[in-house]
Nanobody, 117 residues
């Protein structure tokens, strides 16, 4: 079983920045493909960014150039740096882990990000 704990959400003004972190425990982090998803009220959960075990990254078009995902295998953490935030980035952000050995999928409890003046 993998436990994921997110932190770093909050209220920020448009144009501001936030850094989300996700700490993983319970399995071998280096075998985990890690990602951040978000879900706004009334909308489906969507992929924001993902980083593979080989450190390849991909981003939603809406966040390219503004968000950066990174991972630290020594600390078992994945982070999402969010710059130039817009009101439409407002959502609950979820950390996701996919065990590439077995195909298991894990989710954190989510952290709220609100972009508003």
């Amino acid at each position: 079983q993998v436990q994921l704990v997110e932190s770093g959400g909050g209220l920020v003004q448009p144009g501001g920045s936030l850094r989300l972190s996700c700490a993983a425990s319970g399995s071998i982090f280096s075998f985990m493909s890690m990602g951040w998803y978000r879900q706004a009220p009334g909308k489906l959960r969507e992929l924001v960014a993902r980083i593979t075990i080989g450190y390849d990254t991909n981003y939603a078009d809406s966040v390219k150039g503004r968000f950066t995902i990174s991972r630290d295998n020594a600390e078992n953490t994945v982070s999402l740096r969010m710059n130039s935030l817009k009101p439409e980035d407002t959502a609950v952000y979820y950390c996701n882990a996919q065990d590439v050995r077995y195909g298991y999928n894990y989710w954190g409890q989510g952290t709220q990000v609100t972009v508003s003046s």
